[in-house]
């Protein structure tokens, strides 16, 4: 089984994952699968593919309504991927600090 993190970097990984899940943060308020559908120039069933990675990602939250599904945006999985940058930013900060210090004649 996928960790949160592989399964959230898979949906945010393709430019149509990120348009519907931009558009379900900016709405802040439930969308129906067809109202998002109406906002992209693919069919239904592959927004309703898409969304569905989503949901598998924890970012999207589907509930059903009578015959019509709603989805609303759920950003908390994105804190997972910050807490993994901020681990790289880290690295990568003390990295050049030290390269600094290196070419400034510190570490003599």
């Not at 969304?51 to 509930?63: F, P, S």
């Amino acid at each position: 089984m996928q960790d949160k993190i592989t399964r959230v970097f898979k949906a945010i990984a393709d430019p149509t994952r990120r348009d519907i899940f931009h558009a379900l943060v900016i709405a802040s308020s439930a969308l129906s699968i067809s109202q998002i559908s109406n906002q992209f120039e693919i069919t239904r069933q592959g927004v309703t593919k898409h969304i569905k990675t989503l949901e598998e990602a924890g970012l999207v939250h589907i509930e059903s309504k009578g015959r019509e599904r709603f989805c609303n945006a759920n950003a908390l999985p994105l804190k997972e991927i910050n807490k993994w940058m901020k681990f790289y930013e880290q690295f990568w900060d003390d990295s050049l600090d030290n390269l600094g210090d290196y070419l400034d004649g510190k570490n003599s």
